[in-house]
């Protein structure tokens, strides 16, 4: 994209177009699912706009269609952009907030909201007015933005399937902590065969955290919602009707409906367990007639349970193979992420001795770990990311070395449900 | 064909209230109130008295027979009303009798439909706060919302229909019709003028062409359907097969259940003469040709399921071609079929007792079909490497109540509705010399 017109001299502006300023205008807009470059190009006129180089009427003009094209409406968000950034009058924490929802969504989600016009505004409204307030420092801006973006945080985790052992100990860990019934497994451990192969395999079975998760979209209520301060994919146990379509479009059957009267009674679950920072009951098993399923522990991670328990699960304390990696997966220096590096570099490196002939053989690829996500394709961007084998479709679950009932757990929920069945279950 | 029918016929249910109509009533009491008490006694003890479990390592199904039940509902309501709207639309006069009784099908259809959802809750008591504070956003992405959203946009079509229709009667008919319902008929015909008739005439018109477009675009063939279809991960659901096939299941148990309730009424009020014998050998024809498209679109998933499909979608093939709950319906509707050829080539075949068996043999094979088609949904899904999956389910008996309770109802909605209001329109007996207008056989 060019910027021809904004290099004049005496454009004050002219500092602000940088490419780093590009290059984070279009990731931000990138998201917002709208035209990147129609949104670039706003901005860049908003920032005129607030600037006083060009007029309300001129930027209309401009931009009416090209609006109305993308969005098939002008709509009042633009107007309200508009008066936003001039009633800040420069002020840039004013203009942002005015872009804050009530319950603190972040500039992202508002963004998305708004969608481009917004967008493009509330960002040229900020980075200009912090341009006009400071000295013409205005690198400064950018670089603020930059570290925005990386104090994102989507927690998730890294699983090495390698390196579990089929013990189930995360799965008690997991009731222990959070109250589920028999066979209400949140974590649940696979052990599986393969066609033509002896040795048995795992697979660590955890809410998928999806970045698009199909649960959330069918829920009637939005019961089922994505927490935007850490895209943990929650259920408000206050306002789930029970309906179970979150459970029947899950892709991964992660869900665990209380058919019943719960096994544990509130008052034995510790009571700051149960809401999160935003004062909504989300953690431990839900009450009757309400869905639940695997958390990732929010009482953990906003620090309800002490600070030093932020980053952790319980599955992951429990996991004595060091299989379960919990943390935030869009910064690199955390936890899963390291991991997932770490292995990759052993086993490429691994590789590497073995082909000391690395001249003779030199179109060989360099071997990394095999890593996946379940069933990736159908587009749910899971947030969990396994180290190891995804099992094929021939994949035949078996009993594995240790037995859900030998750690006091009930694996098919069918078999403890059936009790309560009106005269009777037909579980054979 | 038939001796002139007059106001006194079809007023007759109004007016006249055999032993039998009271056995009746208690009948439908019965069914209501053995549903009624075990409703209770889920509401008391929670879904868990149901058969259903998670599905995946929960080895069960999550929605069973509710589920089923209320599609099952929705479509002979929305086939009732299409049926409905397609008499007056295309004047097919032959069966201007039993229009309105196909509207009230509809209506009563549609009541226990969303009673169904409520039955089905796991939390009934925050049907209105939950759903409702939060609908203009879940309206964009929920196709449970959607549902919610065009069974009450039909509830509302359908009763202006009926009651646009009424004004006209039941200002006709009014010094014949019993004092002590006074104030409703009043209310019903707030402001009737003769002039109106005109202007009514082309409203339900327009109202029959929204209901006849809407309904393959936005109900049995769009969002019931859609419920299912849209999820790509239960392989027995995903496709864009459903929407054609919901619809042709929906009008095969439609007609059907119009054909029981207009022998009913033409057995209890001696309407030989108005509900004639030629009604019911056009429903037949009309329950043949869309049991053939429903067996039809059934074969289309066979062949695809079955030829070269991903493995997902092979197991709920070969379920298809192994389960009884799957087979028999296809053989009651295929033999109905059958039977709807073979006494359109033998006259003689024919008698108004195996149509009735005939429509009940195809309520009976939708409603296994659709709940097995949920059911076995669930039980093949696309990540399928839980042992305990297909899990397995065969519903409870306060599940199956809740299907003689909802009969009881629609039953028992009949009965009231006829004592108040005529369930003939009086268009079907004023343009007599019926029965031989052009009118396309399939
Ligand atoms: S069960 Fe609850 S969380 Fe799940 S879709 Fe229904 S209302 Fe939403
Ligand atoms: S794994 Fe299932 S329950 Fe978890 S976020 Fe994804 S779709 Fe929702
Ligand atoms: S992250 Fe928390 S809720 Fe999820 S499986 Fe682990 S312990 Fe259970």
Redesign the interface.
């Given at each position: 994209m060019s910027t021809d017109d904004s290099t004049h001299t005496d454009d004050p502006l002219a500092a602000l177009h940088t490419d780093e300023w590009e290059a984070e205008m279009e990731e931000l807009l990138e998201e917002t699912d709208h035209d990147t470059e129609l949104g670039i190009e706003m901005a860049k006129d908003a920032q005129r706009l607030v600037a006083g180089q060009i007029d309300e009427e001129e930027f209309h003009a401009k931009y009416h269609e090209a609006v109305i094209d993308e969005f098939g409406v002008d709509d009042r968000p633009i107007d309200d952009a508009i008066d936003t950034v001039k009633e800040a009058g420069g002020d840039a924490a004013a203009a942002l907030e005015a872009f804050e929802d009530d319950d603190g969504t972040d500039r992202r989600d508002a963004m998305k909201k708004f969608g481009v016009g917004a967008a493009a505004l509330s960002l040229a409204g900020w980075a200009t007015a912090d341009a006009m307030d400071d000295e013409p420092q205005d690198q400064a801006a950018v670089a603020a933005a930059q570290e925005d973006d990386e104090d994102d945080l989507q927690w998730g985790m890294v699983i090495d399937l390698d390196k579990c052992d089929g013990c189930l100990a995360c799965v008690v860990a997991c009731e222990q902590e959070n109250g589920t019934g028999d066979g209400e497994n949140w974590m649940y451990v696979f052990a599986y065969e393969e066609e033509d192969q002896d040795d048995m395999n795992y697979l660590v079975r955890t809410c998928q955290m999806c970045s698009d998760a199909p649960c959330e979209k069918v829920c009637p209520t939005t019961a089922r919602h994505t927490r935007s301060s850490d895209g943990l994919v929650l259920t408000d146990y206050d306002v789930c009707i029970g309906c179970r379509y979150c459970q029947v479009a899950c892709p991964y059957g992660v869900n665990y409906f209380q058919w019943g009267e719960p096994e544990t009674p509130m008052d034995e679950i510790d009571d700051n367990h149960t809401h999160d920072k935003r004062g909504q009951w989300v953690d431990s098993r839900p009450p009757r007639g309400v869905m639940g399923k695997c958390t990732m522990c929010p009482s953990r991670q906003d620090g309800n349970m002490g600070d030093d328990m932020v980053g952790t699960t319980a599955c992951e304390d429990a996991c004595s193979m060091d299989a379960i990696h919990f943390g935030n997966m869009e910064d690199p220096d955390s936890d899963p992420n390291q991991y997932l590096e770490q292995v990759r570099e052993e086993r490429a490196s691994a590789n590497e001795l073995q082909d000391d002939d690395a001249d003779e053989w030199a179109d060989r690829p360099d071997h990394t770990a095999s890593t996946f996500r379940l069933l990736e394709e159908i587009g749910t961007k899971p947030n969990v990311v396994f180290v190891g084998n995804e099992p094929s479709s021939d994949a035949e679950q078996v009993e594995g070395p240790v037995s859900y009932e030998d750690v006091g757990q009930v694996d098919n929920r069918k078999e403890a449900l059936d009790d309560g069945t009106f005269a009777g279950g037909v579980t054979e | 064909m038939s001796t002139e029918a007059s106001e006194a016929d079809i007023l007759r249910p109004i007016h006249n209230t055999s032993k039998r109509y009271f056995m009746m009533l208690a009948a439908c009491f019965v069914a209501i109130g053995i549903f009624g008490a075990?409703w209770t006694?889920?509401l008391y003890?929670?879904?868990?008295?149901?058969?259903?479990?998670?599905?995946?390592?929960?080895?069960?199904v999550?929605?069973g027979l509710y589920i089923g039940a209320f599609i099952w509902w929705v479509g002979i309501a929305h086939g009732g009303i299409i049926l409905s709207a397609a008499v007056r639309l295309l004047g097919m006069e032959r069966y201007k009798p039993v229009a309105r009784l196909a509207e009230l099908l509809t209506i009563a259809g549609l009541s226990v439909a969303g009673l169904y959802i409520i039955v089905?809750?796991?939390?009934?008591d925050?049907?209105v706060t939950?759903?409702l504070l939060?609908y203009h956003?879940?309206v964009h992405?929920?196709?449970?919302?959607w549902d919610?959203t065009v069974i009450t946009l039909y509830f509302v079509m359908t009763a202006t229909y009926l009651g646009l229709t009424l004004r006209y009667d039941i200002h006709r008919l009014r010094d014949q019709l019993p004092d002590h319902f006074g104030p409703l008929y009043d209310v019903m015909t707030l402001g009737y003028s003769e002039k109106e008739d005109e202007v009514i005439e082309r409203m339900v018109w327009w109202l029959a062409l929204g209901i006849i477009i809407l309904a393959p675009l936005l109900l049995h063939g769009g969002v019931i359907p859609w419920l299912f279809a849209l999820?790509?991960?239960?392989p027995g659901w995903f496709g864009a097969i459903q929407g054609p096939q919901f619809l042709t299941i929906a009008l095969t148990s439609a007609i059907s259940g119009v054909i029981l309730v207009s022998y009913a009424f033409r057995k209890a009020y001696d309407w030989d003469h108005i509900i004639d014998d030629d009604l019911f050998r056009g429903l037949l024809l009309w329950l043949g040709f869309f049991a053939l498209l429903f067996l039809w679109l059934q074969l289309q998933q066979l062949i695809s399921g079955g030829f070269a499909a991903p493995?997902?979608q092979e197991l709920t093939f070969e379920s298809k071609m192994s389960h009884p709950a799957y087979i028999i319906p296809m053989v009651m509707v295929f033999l109905t079929l059958a039977y709807i050829f073979a006494q359109v080539l033998r006259p003689s075949l024919f008698s108004k007792e195996r149509a009735v068996v005939a429509g009940v043999v195809v309520l009976i094979a939708t409603l296994v079909e659709k709940v097995y088609f949920v059911v076995s949904g669930?039980m093949y899904?696309?990540?399928g490497?839980?042992?305990?999956?297909p899990?397995?389910?065969?519903p409870?008996?306060?599940e199956m109540s809740s299907v003689l309770g909802t009969i009881g109802i629609v039953t028992l909605f009949f009965l009231l509705v006829a004592k108040v209001i005529p369930v003939v329109e009086l268009h079907a007996i004023e343009d007599h010399g019926h029965g031989d207008e052009t009118e396309v056989e399939a």
């Open positions: - | 075990l006694y889920q003890h929670g879904l868990i008295v149901t058969a259903l479990s998670d599905w995946g390592s929960g080895g069960g999550t929605w089905h809750m796991g939390r009934p925050r049907m939950s759903i939060n956003e879940t992405t929920s196709p449970l919302v919610v999820i790509p991960t239960m493995t997902a669930l899904p696309m990540f490497l839980y042992r305990s999956v899990g397995d389910y065969f409870s008996v306060i």
